[in-house]
């Protein structure tokens, strides 16, 4: 189905079955607007010499994401779908909580693992072992536990010896490895991903795959950004489809793929 | 109350301030002693020149003078490194403001105590003057840390609100440097507050800075525990800058992610 939805709809969720598993993440109503900027000084200098010439900011304002309301229960993996620019990034960046919707609410219930861009959260200047403890804290993480937990993310990162050089000079692939080895082991209730995995080899894809499964296997919640349809497919029980910032189809991959080649095509 | 909200968030953050600060600890002082013991090169260099200058030059009166005005050089670094640091603090930690979510302020909170390791160095010089110059241990000393801590709060408010405004107004910095080069002036590092004609008392009593500055000094140097006036307006402008800072910075931070 492709209809825009309305706020109306937001509300007709179904009960709460005693059966349902409790709900990670509800997304209510949620609007956010970007300016884009043709022209805007950002400096004091600049600003008091456009004041006395009259002078303006210049942006067009866009609607990333428009009333977009949407729940996703503990355990389930929903993928999100859309073309370049539909809004599917600032989703993910809005249920990371680094930027704040201009309208409607946005909760998620337990801890968020965040892996949306490479090396995001990393401070270049300091060594893998020490961003791994920061990103930790930054996730709301205890010392003692990051520090339980430090073994197996070295290991898993295959970093080897690195570990105690400085990020800055980590190529794309040794950044992804230490970014999902930290994502990965800090006990996330919620893990979002977008489409990070898209940069590692194959064999630590595959590695990050079978790593996603046994988030599933333990009841984990995960929302992943996704070009990679057969992902959604053989991965996901849910996919939302995402068209100019709204929320156009929200059901099983399998139907919801067709609604996405649909509109695919039709541009 | 949004302030007291923020700050009870923050308080529930600290593991995260202590790992904030032990980044910024780490470049300042490339994670070594030397590095820490490095940065007191630069107040013993002012002191040098300044001694050199006021006494050399200009013949000052006052007594132990390179301890006078090393003790004010050193509160006079901590804010002044700790204001500009503040400044930079949200442009220079973009990549982890626009792109994690976590408590922006913790930021700009961190790197207002990196100056306090400066100036907790700073003491051992003291202390080795409090002995050339036979300066004796007083009970006002407990005062000192008393009067850099409200010093600091006020650091903190200011720095929020300078590191937002810095966001919008790339600029600010450079206001920000020439500001606290002619607080120096302004502040009684080099005479002594009573040196101040009558008609501009006004202007080292409105101070918060000229006022830690003689609280700390008189503390340390002539065994005197700071006027209640002083505890007073220390601790209205710390609180009352506080305040500030995080209403301002709350309000600010929405527009980050567009502005960085």
């Not at chain 1, 509300?11 to 043709?38: F, H, M, N, T, W």
């Not at chain 1, 010499?49 to 729940?71: M, P």
């Not at chain 1, 073309?83 to 609410?105: C, F, H, Q, Y």
């Amino acid at each position: 189905m492709l209809s825009s939805l309305q706020p109306a709809s937001s509300v007709a969720q179904p009960l709460d079955g005693p059966a349902q598993p409790p709900v990670a993440i509800e997304v209510d109503g949620v609007s956010k607007r970007y300016r884009r900027y043709a022209y805007r000084n950002l400096s004091l200098k600049g600003r008091a010499l456009d004041l006395l010439r009259g002078r303006g900011d210049q942006f067009v304002e866009f609607d990333a994401l428009r009333n977009v309301s949407f729940r996703v229960r503990h355990g389930e993996m929903v993928a999100v779908l859309g073309r370049n620019g539909a809004g599917k990034s600032t989703l993910l960046r809005l249920l990371a909580g680094i930027v704040e919707p201009d309208a409607g609410s946005v909760q998620v219930h337990g801890r968020v693992s965040p892996l949306l861009e490479l090396g995001a959260g990393f401070a270049p200047e300091l060594s893998g072992l020490r961003n791994v403890y920061l990103y930790g804290a930054l996730l709301g993480l205890r010392r003692e536990d990051i520090a339980a937990q430090i073994d197996s993310i070295v290991d898993f990162s295959e970093i080897g010896e690195f570990i105690a050089t400085p990020v800055k000079h980590y190529s794309s692939g040794m950044y992804l490895r230490l970014a999902f080895a930290v994502a990965a082991h800090l006990n996330p209730d919620v893990l979002l991903l977008d489409e990070v995995l898209a940069v590692g080899d194959v064999a630590f894809q595959a590695k990050c795959m079978a790593r996603i499964t046994d988030f599933r296997a333990q009841g984990k919640t995960i929302v992943l950004v996704t070009h990679v349809l057969q992902h959604a497919l053989d991965l996901c029980d849910r996919a939302l489809l995402i068209h100019h910032g709204g929320l156009v189809d929200d059901g099983p991959p399998g139907t919801v793929l067709d609604a996405y080649n649909a509109i695919l095509t039709s541009a | 109350m949004r302030a007291i909200r923020r700050v009870r968030v923050l308080i529930s953050r600290q593991q995260l301030l202590i790992e904030l600060f032990r980044k910024d600890f780490d470049v300042r002082y490339a994670g070594s002693v030397l590095g820490v013991l490095w940065t007191q090169l630069y107040p013993l260099l002012l002191l040098a020149v300044y001694s050199f200058v006021f006494s050399t030059i200009f013949h000052s009166a006052i007594p132990r003078f390179p301890l006078f005005l090393f003790v004010g050089i050193a509160v006079y670094q901590f804010f002044s490194t700790a204001t500009q640091l503040a400044t930079g603090s949200i442009l220079a930690n973009a990549h982890l403001v626009a792109r994690v979510g976590f408590p922006r302020e913790l930021v700009t909170l961190s790197v207002v105590l990196i100056p306090l390791v400066d100036l907790a160095m700073s003491h051992l010089i003291l202390l080795l003057g409090a002995v050339w110059y036979g300066v004796s241990p007083a009970w006002s000393w407990l005062a000192m840390p008393v009067v850099v801590v409200l010093l600091a709060l006020t650091c903190a408010g200011l720095g929020l609100v300078l590191a937002t405004a810095a966001v919008y107004f790339r600029d600010v910095r450079f206001f920000v440097e020439v500001g606290v080069l002619m607080l120096m002036f302004l502040s009684p590092i080099f005479y002594s507050e009573s040196a101040v004609p009558e008609s501009l008392q006004w202007v080292v009593q409105i101070n918060p800075l000229a006022i830690a500055i003689s609280a700390y000094r008189s503390a340390f140097l002539d065994g005197t525990w700071p006027a209640l006036s002083a505890w007073l307006t220390l601790a209205v402008v710390g609180v009352a800058a506080c305040w500030v800072g995080i209403e301002v910075f709350d309000r600010g931070q929405r527009g980050f992610a567009d502005a960085l």
